[in-house]
């Protein structure tokens, strides 16, 4: 089983960054695929960014060049930096983990999942 506790998230205005956690804990070599998904309300869950093993990254094309994934492997914990947020960014966010996988873009390649963050972005 893995764990995983998210933290960050909040209101912000548009234009500001902010920056997502995800610590994971309890058998982490399940863990080699992190990954970021969201779900706005009234719309299904969407990929953001996955990170397998330390420098494999995945972007959604949309997002490429504003939000950064990464990882601390000594503290098992990924970070998701976003940056030039906009209301379109708004939702809820979820630290996902799971085996090594080249479908790191689908839900369904993930075994276990965050509690979940709220970023809301004001205009």
């Known amino acids: 089983q893995v764990s995983l506790a998210q933290s960050g998230g909040g209101l912000v205005q548009a234009g500001a960054s902010l920056r997502l956690s995800c610590a994971a804990s309890?058998?982490?070599?399940?863990?080699?695929?992190m990954g970021w998904f969201r779900q706005a309300p009234g719309k299904g869950r969407e990929f953001v960014a996955a990170?397998?093993?330390?420098?494999?990254?995945y972007y959604a094309d949309s997002l490429k060049g504003r939000f950064t994934i990464a990882r601390d492997s000594a503290e098992n914990t990924v970070y998701l930096q976003m940056n030039d947020l906009t209301p379109d960014d708004t939702a809820t966010y979820y630290c996902?983990?799971?085996?090594?996988?080249?479908?790191?873009?689908?839900?369904?390649?993930?075994?276990?999942w965050g509690q979940g963050t709220q970023v809301t972005v004001s205009s």
């Open positions: 996902a983990a799971g085996p090594k996988t080249f479908r790191a873009r689908y839900s369904s390649s993930y075994n276990f």
């Open positions: 309890g058998h982490t070599s399940l863990s080699v695929t």
């Open positions: 990170i397998l093993g330390r420098e494999n990254t």
